[in-house]
Nanobody, 119 residues
Framework: VRLQASGGGLVQPGGSLRLSCAASGSIFSINNMGWYRQAPGKQRELVAQIDRGGYTNYADSVKGRFTISRDNARNTVYLQMNSLKPEDTAVYYC??????????????WGQGTQVTVSS
């Protein structure tokens, strides 16, 4: 199973970005999907999670600004980031709990995409 993240970049404060992460491989189903971020010198932290039914969970620091969503048919999770702040600058990683066609369950990470918020 492979997770491919995209959509990062450089944006001015107050701007928006949309991250995408597509899972591929021998996938039967995907349980939770989510986004984490890691800023220089800091630990990786949860940004948002979404389960298969669409229930969402957000870090307090992004509530009201970020929206997580998923397309189960495409095995893809999205993160719409609005009103971006310099403190949102980090490498963003997607993750997914995947049930393979063999019915084994694995926790998978994407490669990370850089988000830089700066004027």
């Amino acid at each position: 199973v492979r997770l491919q993240a995209s959509g990062g970049g450089l944006v001015q404060p107050g701007g928006s970005l949309r991250l995408s992460c597509a899972a591929s491989g021998s996938i039967f189903s995907i349980n939770n999907m989510g986004w984490y971020r890691q800023a220089p010198g800091k630990q990786r932290e949860l940004v948002a999670q979404i389960d298969r039914g669409g229930y969402t969970n957000y870090a307090d620091s992004v509530k009201g600004r970020f929206t997580i969503s998923r397309d189960n048919a495409r095995n893809t999770v999205y993160l719409q980031m609005n009103s971006l702040k310099p403190e949102d600058t980090a490498v963003y990683y997607c993750d997914a709990e995947v049930i393979a066609t063999s019915r084994s369950i694995t926790h998978n990470w994407g490669q990370g995409t850089q988000v830089t918020v700066s004027s």
